[in-house]
């Protein structure tokens, strides 16, 4: 019998006993304990209320984390403010407003947003797909499923608009419908495993983001009293604890609890991360991007090509396995 055929034989051998990839990863990868995954956080609103969680399930789009009762699960960044106007989406970054909007699932397909000092307002998502679509960044065009008019008064008035002016969207059902990020040409040409499947439902670009805790408490011992920064104005999914600062710069693989992660590209950081996350508040001092950019840009992890001056911290990644994890969890790399 050739090697080949050993091979395939033996392979199939392992599907058909249930060991399937996970174990097969296990076998080819060299795996190594880096440290534990202490924060899970997820945003059910691109730019709103974040909410932290014990487990989630990591799922191609994003986390998402079953409420029970057979309540609508929380997902990661599956509802979008946009401008009805422009038809582009509407970041915390320009306006702040954004931050507190705070989202609860009632039953399977009826929710209910909140922000301070306004009433709550219910409403029964959309169940077919429509037409629209809005841009992200200048070139993305992404579908959206419209929540409707009363909604669109309610998110308008909560954020500063004219009436209507913003209305809410709300992520295909179709899970199986993925973002087409071909355009970034360069994108894929300098980070390799680049790949449409790695985007998040309306994340910046991928569906994990990664924060180690190390190099975030590396970054604010160098930023004095008053301008020190809290890590949720980094908006990670998964923080680590363990591992020595800026080692994840050469992870590559990443596994956590039953899921494995492809780390495509370092996380570049904008404006958004000088506005406080509780508050809204921006720092006068444009910290801690400021300080970010003095020791950690692209241009210094030697990547010239794509924003040269943006500074860096954490990385993105997508999904290769899905799974479930939990907090505790140990993360394990292969580089």
Known sequence: MSSNLSTIIGLGL??????????????????????NLSKIYIYPIKSGRYKEIDEAVCTPIGLSFNVGNGKLPLRDRVFVVYNSKTMAFLSGKVNPKM???NFEPKDDRTVIFSY??????EIILPDKPDDKMITMWKNEKIRINDCGDEVAKWVSDAVGGEDSEFRLGYFPVDEGWRRDISYRKLEFEVFK??????????????SYNMVNKASFEDLNTRLTDGNKAKILNFRPNFVI?????YEEDNWHWIKIGDAVFE???PCTRCVFTTIDCDTGEKNENIEPL???????????????RIDPHTPVLGLNAGLYQGGKVKCGDIVYVSD
Not at 14 to 35: D, F, P
Not at 116 to 121: G, L, S
Not at 290 to 304: A, F, Q, V
């Open 193 to 206: 495993n680049t790949n449409n499947k790695y985007t998040g439902a309306y994340s910046d670009l991928s």
């Open 116 to 121: 301070p000092k306004k009433k709550n307002i």
């Open 290 to 304: 400021s300080t970010l950019r003095k020791y950690r840009t692209m241009k210094m992890l030697g990547e010239d």
């Open 14 to 35: 392992i599907v058909a006993t249930g060991l399937g990839l996970s174990w097969i990863l296990s076998r080819r990868k060299k795996w190594r304990a880096v440290g």
């Open 99 to 101: 931050l507190p909007m």
């Open 263 to 265: 780390r495509f590209r």
């Open 241 to 245: 604890e363990g591992p020595k600062a």
